[in-house]
């Protein structure tokens, strides 16, 4: 049984950064972020496989957001710098089996969290 911890969203303003953190228990390869805005149908953001030798983003965050993985804590992290207002959403670990494969689509990942909400003002 996969268990997804998100941590570390909130409230900042246009130009700032925020790191979200997932903990992960059991065994994952691949883990994922996406983002769902209120209205809009859940979008993927970035995702790395376990061992983080490839790593994969939407082109509208691409030089601004990094995802990296530190496997002695099981711990995957998005650090989101840059932060634009249309960053605003619910933020969502996800994982999946995949070695070496980087799903886009939500239906590719078998867990997830329970979102942190990211809130960027003007």
């Known amino acids: 049984q996969v268990q997804l911890v998100e941590s570390g969203g909130g409230l900042v303003q246009a130009g700032g950064s925020l790191r979200l953190s997932c903990a992960a228990s059991g065994r994952t390869y691949t883990l994922g972020w996406f983002r769902q805005a209120p209205g809009k149908e859940r979008e993927f953001v970035a995702g790395?496989?376990?061992?983080?030798?490839?790593?994969n983003y939407v082109d509208s965050v691409k030089g601004r957001f990094t995802i990296s993985s530190d496997n002695a804590k099981n711990t995957v992290y998005l650090q989101m710098n840059s932060l634009k207002t249309e960053d605003t959403a619910v933020y969502y670990c996800?994982?999946?089996?995949?070695?070496?494969?980087?799903?886009?689509?939500?239906?590719?990942?078998?867990?997830w969290g329970q979102g942190t909400q990211v809130t960027v003002s003007s």
């Open positions: 996800a994982a999946s089996s995949s070695r070496y494969y980087i799903g886009v689509r939500p239906h590719e990942y078998g867990y």
């Open positions: 790395i496989t376990w061992t983080g030798g490839s790593t």
